[in-house]
């Protein structure tokens, strides 16, 4: 048998650690965000879907956020309430009726029950469980500190100023509440609390410039990239201006099936990428959702995704 003297063994260890360190890529693990919680199982932002999600293994739970009539942030997805809450039992006459130009005034316009006019304590009488299944009656819209008090010390969290021009046209800062929030939990700098990492989300880029330039935040921003109009970000160029401003982009799965080149754009960049949304509920060509996040984390290369189904998440 051939005897290795010590140079060739010391090469030999040097070689076999460089390859491990390279085909390992260690910080590179693969990032699971609850969307609204384990939405798929519990309804989407209430504290059942929150826990739920942190049991099933979430890296971040996401918050979608939204103001009350007295200024206090809370987490929803819609600026309106009916279609997860039983705001149109309780109040059935506090709806307000859009007209647009697409909109005949002939036609019987939608009512819609806006969170901006409603006080927090009106919200908190409204069901945000029986829409999706009678066992979670009961479930409560969380305020945003309610969400921190669940999440802090167990995941990471990861808010997003949802729709912030409509809340600025209504005298509301939607990043300056944010940012107040932070800093009064301790959470605004990051590290701040190494269980309870920050990221801040927007499909707004003015949202995201302006808590970087007016509110100074060193948080990690992802800019969320997803229908037409925003596609123009989604070139080699556009992710460059993307940097400008943001850590990375949470461009749609249709988008990113349609130019998978995204993902080695944006790494060029020095981007992040973190698709959105995963879920069983529709997996397109795909078997199911673990087959398809498999797709998207090992062969597309993404950093991260938002997943209504955390259980699912191929960990590797
Ligand atoms: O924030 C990622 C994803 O949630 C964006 O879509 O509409 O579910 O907030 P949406
Ligand atoms: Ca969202």
């Given at each position: 048998m051939m005897k290795l003297n010590q140079p060739v063994l010391l090469i030999a260890v040097f070689v076999l650690l460089a390859g491990l360190l390279v085909f390992a890529q260690p910080g590179k693990k693969k990032i699971l965000v609850a969307h609204r919680g384990a939405s798929a199982y519990a309804p989407e932002h209430t504290a059942a879907a929150y826990r739920l999600a942190i049991e099933q293994g979430a890296d971040f739970v996401e918050q979608d956020l939204q103001i009350t009539k007295d200024g206090v942030l809370v987490c929803l997805h819609d600026l309106t309430l009916e279609r997860t809450t039983n705001a149109e039992e309780l109040f059935p006459d506090r709806f307000h009726t859009d007209v647009t130009e697409d909109q005949p005034q002939t036609a019987s316009p939608a009512k819609h029950w806006y969170v901006s006019d409603f006080t927090l304590a009106e919200i908190k009488k409204l069901d945000a469980g029986s829409w999706f299944?009678?066992?979670?009656?009961?479930e409560r819209v969380p305020t945003w500190q309610e969400a921190i008090a669940l999440v802090r010390g167990k995941a990471g969290m990861y808010p997003e100023t949802k729709a912030p021009e409509v809340y600025g046209k209504r005298g509301f800062d939607m990043e300056k509440l944010l940012m107040e929030s932070l800093r009064k939990n301790k959470l605004d700098q990051p590290n701040a609390d190494p269980k309870t990492p920050l990221v801040i989300q927007s499909f707004s880029a003015a949202s995201l410039r302006k808590l970087r330039d007016e509110y100074k935040t060193r948080l990690t921003l992802t800019f969320l990239i997803g229908g037409d109009p925003q596609k123009?970000?989604?070139?080699e160029d556009g992710l460059k201006k993307v940097k400008a401003f943001a850590e990375g982009i949470g461009p749609s799965k249709g988008l990113l099936d349609r130019e998978p080149k995204i993902v080695e754009w944006a790494h060029a960049a020095g981007l992040t990428v973190t698709p959105y949304t995963f879920r069983s509920a529709s997996t397109g060509k795909f078997k199911d959702v673990r087959e398809e996040m498999t797709h998207a984390l090992f062969t597309l290369g993404v950093d991260a995704l938002f997943t209504d189904n955390p259980d699912q998440f191929p960990r590797r």
């Open positions: 299944n009678e066992k979670f009656k009961g123009q970000w989604l070139t």
